[in-house]
């Protein structure tokens, strides 16, 4: 924001409430205060030698009055004019940080609290590694372009949209904290088209998986089953805790920190899934119903898949664990369930019930989505329990 600059009106303005913020002086160009959470604030002004953007820190406020950061603002406009800012080494300047330093301090203050999938995003970030040591500011989009144009000759188009999508909000949140003027990279779109997957597992491909589910056993196996069944997002499952359960009242309450869209998510489990964590054994001093170690929750999920996919028909089309879930949804809306009742199962924002309705609707339809997954594991056991119209058995 941009104003004129008082005494009056610089010890008006109040401490940040999240992060940092910035106003411009107008009657000074560059000059400009940042006010801290603690409510500190800190004269800087903008320069712009040799073509270099530089923030340059000229002291705190009240400390540096008003008229003595102006007249140093004016001063080293004046030492840049006349290219002898360079002469004046006791001028204490703020760069952007580089990549290499970006990365971590964007993660650790932005994606952690913001993102559950924080650690992936951390991972294509480092695509960018190349860049690392280059200050955020002096990145260019034929830079970026070139890392993108890598990632897709590797064979991963669409991670090169990940990409994008991670820097593109790395160097937003820069914009937004004041460190650099623009994004680099905001006019960079998508390099490969995306086509959503409408992927469902037929009734031969749902029996082939369950029946593998089998031979697994323990965590493997009755995670499949579990998945298949719930309709739950894979690392939901794959971390469920024992004090999320209620198996006497056959209850699984997610909390709202571990939900992709952060609200608590009440899932009814049919009696089928309800057996098959009766019958589990529990890791001593472990929460987590799927371990290994008793320490962590399972993954490997590269390697099962593996696994499955030799136990598959014969030309099976490539899929994924999240089909379970889109077969799931498309189960239950083949023997009746509403719209509105399976996007509450699978805890999707309704696109049936919008705006204020959606606002103040508290009611989260346990009963009907209890009866929406009684009725979907009923099915699914009358799929798993036909016989096989392919050879996947004799191949598995």
Do not use: C
């Not at 400009?32 to 500190?40: D, E, F, I, L």
């Amino acid at each position: 924001m941009t104003q004129m600059l008082t005494t009056k009106s610089l010890d008006a303005l109040p401490p940040a409430t999240t992060k940092r913020y910035e106003v411009r002086d107008q009657k000074t160009n560059g000059l400009h205060v940042r006010v801290s959470t603690t409510g500190a604030k800190v004269f800087y002004t903008m320069v712009r030698p040799n073509g270099s953007r530089k923030r340059i820190k000229i002291g705190p406020y009240p400390v540096v009055s008003l008229a003595d950061a102006r007249r140093k603002a004016m001063e080293i406009a004046r030492d840049v004019e006349l290219g002898e800012f360079d002469k004046t080494p006791d001028i204490p300047v703020e760069t952007a940080p580089t990549l290499g330093e970006a990365i971590p301090q964007f993660i650790e203050l932005y994606a952690k609290p913001r993102n559950k999938d924080w650690k992936r995003t951390q991972s294509v970030l480092h695509k960018f590694d190349g860049l690392k040591n280059r200050p955020i500011d002096q990145i260019k989009r034929q830079d970026v372009s070139k890392v993108l144009d890598d990632i897709i000759a590797n064979g991963t188009p669409t991670r090169a949209n990940r990409a994008l999508s991670a820097i593109k909000k790395l160097m937003n949140w820069y914009v937004m904290r004041g460190d650099i003027e623009t994004s680099p990279v905001a006019l960079l779109r998508p390099p490969t088209p995306e086509i959503p997957r409408d992927r469902v597992l037929n009734d031969d491909e749902i029996r082939a998986i369950w029946r593998h589910s089998e031979k697994e056993g323990y965590p493997f196996g009755p995670f499949l089953k579990l998945l298949m069944m719930t309709g739950q997002r894979r690392t939901e499952v794959a971390a469920m805790r024992w004090s999320e359960l209620n198996l006497d009242e056959g209850i699984w309450e997610l909390p709202a920190n571990r939900v992709k869209n952060g609200r608590l998510h009440i899932v009814p489990l049919p009696p089928q899934a309800v057996d098959i964590l009766r019958s589990l054994h529990r890791f001593l001093d472990s929460d987590f119903v799927f371990t290994t170690t008793g320490r962590s929750a399972i993954s490997g999920f590269g390697r099962l898949k593996e696994r499955i996919d030799a136990a598959m028909p014969d030309g099976t089309p490539d899929w994924r664990f999240h089909d379970f879930r889109r077969t799931a949804s498309t189960g239950m809306a083949k023997i009746g369930v509403a719209p509105h009742v399976i996007d509450a199962v699978t805890n999707h924002k309704s696109g049936v019930v919008s705006g204020v309705g959606a606002t103040y609707n508290r009611y989260t339809y346990f009963n009907e989505k209890r009866e929406a997954l009684e009725q979907w594991a009923n099915e699914l056991m009358k799929i798993t329990q036909k016989p096989s119209t392919t050879n996947a058995e004799e191949t598995s």
